[in-house]
């Protein structure tokens, strides 16, 4: 995988059934819904997008506040720390991506995102638009 793809994104919705008709309909193509990290989602096929991506219920979005858009870097602490020394901000600190089985126990698991386990943190860049960075180190 190359440095600084990217490698995922994520649209905020309000309503998720009306997020997966709309896209379903105007891409042509399903969206399977499912529950991952207590969150159900909308997920964007990669074989059918070229990127993958979800649908994501968020309850306080403002409209048209945007999609993340995950960037995949080598190794996460060293692009954080760059972040930082760069005028960016930490909003969410490297974190361990997990997922919760359906007895509601925690597991690291393979990620969506390219089916190995993974570590993202969310920024502010240097304008004050977030982003994510997606790391297996």
């Known amino acids: 995988m190359k440095h600084s ?16 008709r709309f896209y379903s309909a105007i891409l042509g193509m399903p969206i399977e819904k499912q529950m991952l990290l207590d969150k159900e989602y909308g997920i964007f096929k990669r074989e059918n997008t070229g ?8 309850d306080n979005i403002i409209p048209g506040s945007g999609i ?16 930082g020394n760069n005028g960016g901000k930490v909003i969410t600190p490297k974190t361990l991506i997990k997922q919760t089985d359906k007895d509601g126990k925690r597991t690291i698991a393979q990620t969506l995102i390219d089916n190995q386990i993974g570590y993202f943190a969310e920024l502010a ?7 994510s960075l997606y790391s297996h180190y």
Request: aromatic letters at 10%.
């Open 51 to 58: 990127v993958g991506g979800v649908l994501v219920k968020k």
């Open 68 to 83: 993340t858009l995950f960037f995949y870097v080598n190794i996460l602490s060293d692009a954080i720390e760059a972040a």
């Open 5 to 20: 793809n990217i490698i995922w994104f994520e649209i905020p919705v309000q309503n998720l059934d009306r997020a997966v």
């Open 125 to 131: 860049d240097s304008e004050g638009n977030h982003i």
